[in-house]
């Protein structure tokens, strides 16, 4: 069955440091991946995509992901962390079917940053 | 993306009753999505609502407990029914974008039943 594992539910990072957040998949064919954040009150949006080509993806707010096949992951890193990206994120996998995608998410990794 | 709008943005509703669920989209779209974010949890896809068509419930969720409507190609209802306090959730729409594989969230509706 298809499935997406985020092992750290929480991660705290200092303001300025380098993030990465890890992802692995389970499914059977060529996945299509996605992060999303969730702030605090707020509903879901969209950090980047990966359908296929380039297996370095970049995203909105400075945020990049790279799809490793080999080890079933889509980790989403970002260089530099803000104060502003405190927040939950989510990875998720489509399962195309039927003419849709349907998406199955991870548990989700909690992110504080501090000063 | 479409933007994507939900009424109510908050409740707190008595054990027993229904509320309805509102979800607008400022442009035409085939799929609309309900989903339940429970607390602390992530999101679990509650239905499937196609324009014309029956909603597509998942496992674990029935239509007389999570009736949807789907009138036109901007808008959604989804009611919560006979609620109890396990109903307490953000529930939350979503479309598909133009590729029809991404979705595009709303903001959520957080409920609470006392």
């Known amino acids: 069955a298809q499935s997406v594992t985020q092992p750290d539910i929480h991660i705290t990072v200092s303001e300025g440091a380098s993030l990465e957040l890890r992802c692995n998949y389970s499914?059977?064919?060529?996945?299509?991946l996605f992060w999303y954040v969730q702030s605090p009150g707020q509903g879901l949006q969209l950090l980047l995509k990966y359908f296929s080509g380039d297996t370095l993806v970049q995203g909105i707010k400075g945020f990049e992901a790279e799809f490793k096949r080999s080890q079933s992951s889509f980790n989403l890193r970002k260089p530099s962390v803000h104060w502003s990206d405190a927040a939950e994120y989510f990875c998720a996998v489509g399962v195309f079917s039927g003419g849709y995608n349907k998406l199955i998410f991870g548990a989700g990794t909690r992110l504080a940053v501090h000063p | 993306s479409a933007v994507i709008s939900q009424k109510p943005s908050r409740d707190i509703c008595q054990r027993g009753t229904s509320l309805t669920i509102q979800c607008q989209v400022d442009?035409?779209?085939?799929?609309m999505f309900w989903y339940r974010q429970q607390p602390g949890q992530s999101l679990t896809l509650i239905a499937t609502?196609?324009?014309?068509?029956?909603?597509?419930?998942e496992s674990g969720f029935v239509i007389d407990k999570f009736p949807i409507s789907r009138p036109n190609l901007t808008f959604s209802t989804l009611t919560v029914s006979n609620m109890s306090p396990e109903d307490s959730s953000i529930y939350l729409c979503?479309?598909?974008?133009?590729?029809?594989?991404?979705?595009?969230f709303g903001p959520g509706t957080r409920l609470t039943v006392t």
């Open positions: 979503s479309v598909t974008g133009t590729g029809y594989l991404e979705q595009y």
């Open positions: 609502a196609n324009q014309g068509s029956e909603a597509t419930y």
């Open positions: 499914y059977g064919a060529t996945p299509y």
């Open positions: 442009s035409q779209v085939t799929m």
